[in-house]
């Protein structure tokens, strides 16, 4: 049973491919989604596979990972890993703006489900969630707006400045973000920038205004595309945020009981490791995909 919880926010600096697959549609490369808000989602399995894969790129000794993240399927001593990472869930979405370039958008179900997992991992946020009609969003910068309105993509919104709002985007912005000069502009953007829209609005962006890339399949005889070789790949954006839970439970190797680490000092380890550093997640990594900022909330 896991002993000790955390929650790890994900922050994209690069687009990000964690594939789920072939689908007969436009799109022949989908993304990961949840199937009940087909918001874009990683696995947690490749979360930690992404960390396992970086363990010692990352600093982490080899003779840690097997007790730590479980042995390889093949290995002649199977026992169960020490850490699990549990789905990561959208919090908020870059939308191009007109005014600003682009905004961090949400709705009050990404935040409700943000607030109750960093709950359940021993870290209450104190939001007050706000509810948001259709058509409508709620804002904390003034300088988005054109006239009274907020326009995102070819949409226009009546805009509502929210105190409530500005609480929570601070309060974000400091818990998601690394510390750094590197990540400054970006924490005072996403506490300036956050805009709530309704759910249902939200759902619409957080489906329809992903990275789409088309790609051709070289055929390697002739060095030129192949007939038919056309394919569209689907790639959450980068500056998009994302949480997930981390848990850990003491080590159980089987092996003599001197070895064994208790679960605060597993989470210790792996806090150390992944906090503020650089993870490469899901596929195309030759092609600089899949590349977000861990910070450990715990």
């Known amino acids: 049973m896991f002993e000790k919880q955390a929650a790890v926010f994900l922050y994209a ?10 689908a007969i549609d436009v799109i022949d490369n989908p993304i990961q989604r949840e199937r009940h808000t087909r918001h874009p989602s990683f696995a947690g399995s490749g979360i930690k596979g992404a960390v396992r894969h970086s363990y010692e790129s990352l600093g982490g000794r080899r003779e ?39 905004v961090y958008a949400t709705c009050p179900q990404a935040l409700a489900r943000a607030q109750r997992l ?30 009274d309105k907020l326009h995102l993509e070819a949409f226009e919104y009546s805009a509502t400045e929210s105190s409530s709002v500005k609480a929570i985007a601070a309060d974000l912005a400091t818990r998601a973000l690394p510390v750094g000069a590197s990540h400054d502009f970006f924490r005072s953007k996403l506490a300036a920038d956050l805009v709530v829209l309704s759910d249902t609005d939200f759902g619409y962006f957080a489906e329809h205004a992903m990275l789409v890339e088309p790609h051709v399949c070289i055929d390697e005889k002739t060095g030129t595309a192949k007939d038919g070789g056309l394919f569209y790949t689907e790639n959450l954006p980068p500056e998009s945020l994302l949480i997930a839970p981390l848990m850990a439970s003491k080590t159980r190797t089987g092996k003599d009981r001197d070895e064994e680490l208790p679960a605060e ?8 490791l992944i906090d503020g550093r650089l993870l490469q997640i899901g596929g195309d990594a030759t092609t600089g995909r899949g590349l977000v900022v861990a910070k450990v909330e715990g």
């Open 13 to 22: 600096v690069s687009p990000v491919h964690m594939g789920a697959g072939q």
């Open 265 to 272: 000092a597993v989470l210790g380890q792996i806090k150390t």
């Open 64 to 102: 840690d990972i097997d007790r730590l993240l479980g042995p390889d399927s093949n290995s002649s001593n199977l026992h169960a890993g020490a850490v699990s990472f549990g789905d990561a869930q959208l919090v908020a979405l870059p939308v191009r703006s007109l005014k600003g370039g682009y």
């Open 118 to 147: 960093l709950a359940l991992t021993g870290k209450q946020a104190d939001w007050q969630i706000p509810t948001v009609d259709d058509g409508a969003c709620l804002f904390c910068n003034p300088a988005l707006l054109s006239g």
